[in-house]
């Protein structure tokens, strides 16, 4: 399973943007064991849990720090998940990475450790 994110950029406080992580390798419908989440990175800080989506039957979990303002979804048609991010804050620039991991937990699945696959990391920058 390879993933490649995009859609990072600049965007003032309150904006939006939406993050596209592509998945090639195996078609997104296959990968129904699969936890498929995203994952930040400021400077000098740990890389943290922003949300993670698994197959229909689970609800989306998500960080508290972006709870109501970010949405994950998956399109398994486009072998794509996307991370849409509203009300965006400076606190939330980082660099983002999707991830996916095999046969996770739900207790484990907010551990950047517990997965096993990795995108490239797209910037977003939220500033005045």
């Known amino acids: 399973v390879q993933l490649q994110a995009s ?4 965007a003032q406080p309150g904006g939006s943007l ?12 296959t990968l129904t064991d699969y936890a498929l989440g995203w994952f930040r990175q400021a400077t000098g800080k740990d890389r943290e849990f922003v949300a993670v989506i698994r197959r229909s039957g689970y609800t989306p979990a998500y960080a508290d720090s972006v709870k109501g303002r970010f949405t994950i979804s998956r399109d398994n048609a486009r072998n794509a998940v996307y991370l849409q ?7 939330d620039t980082a660099v983002y990475f999707c991830a996916g991991g095999k046969g996770i937990i739900l207790s ?3 551990v950047p450790t517990q997965y096993d696959y990795w995108g490239q990391g797209t910037q977003v920058t939220v500033s005045s």
């Open 85 to 91: 991010m509203n009300n965006l804050k400076p606190d």
């Open 108 to 110: 484990s699945q907010r």
């Open 7 to 10: 859609g990072g950029g600049m």
């Open 18 to 29: 939406r993050l596209s992580c592509q998945v090639s390798g195996r078609a997104l419908s």
